[in-house]
């Protein structure tokens, strides 16, 4: 069935650095994505999202980008802090059947060395 | 305004018993998800509910499983006659609108069937 990937299980970078996390989509019918970030013990929290009809939004350090010709989607986290050690997960709304439901990907575990 | 709540943030069963989560929307949020997450692995969706009405349920197991969201109160996951294999984390999410729009997780009930 279709479903949402995670290039990389893991990543660990410097504090300071800037993350990469990427997502890889299937489904061409997928219009809304959703990163968000999850640490242990808690859950999912909503970072940011975008819709199919933009490339690219920001937030506060983070920027999403969306590229639907090759179905991929990525988080960049600016000045990465130990405090964004989590998981992070993209999920999509596949519209259609699909009404109301998100297909969440496998994780991307976020390591920030101090 | 409170996040979604939900409670117990843990529970223990025994096998055969019965399980009971609840799950308190934010407020002026009409439309309730219910999602199941194994160690290690990402959220699967299991139900999608407004007040008073199943929308979608395709992820819900055909037996023992059952949801809820009444017209008045939080809405419920019940789990009949639990086995081992139910133990999880269950992760209630709610949102303004139904479909591609913001949905906020709860922190989620950690049931352990001994």
Known sequence: GENVGLHLPTLSVQEGDNSIINCAYSNSASDYFIWYKQESG????????IRSNMDKRQGQRVTVLLNKTVKHLSLQIAATQPGDSAVYFCAEYA??????KLTFGQ???LTVHP | NAGVMQN???LVRRRGQEARLRCSPMKGHSHVYWYRQLPEEGLKFMVYLQKENIIDESGMPKERFSAEFPKEG?????????VRGDSAAYFCASSPQGFNTEAFFGQGTRLTVV
């Open chain 1, 95 to 100: 519209g259609g059947t699909s009404y109301g």
């Open chain 1, 107 to 109: 994780g991307t575990i």
């Open chain 2, 8 to 10: 117990p943030r843990h």
């Open chain 1, 42 to 49: 808690k859950g999912p929290q909503f970072i940011i999202d």
């Open chain 2, 74 to 82: 939080p809405s419920i996951l019940r789990i009949q006659q639990v």
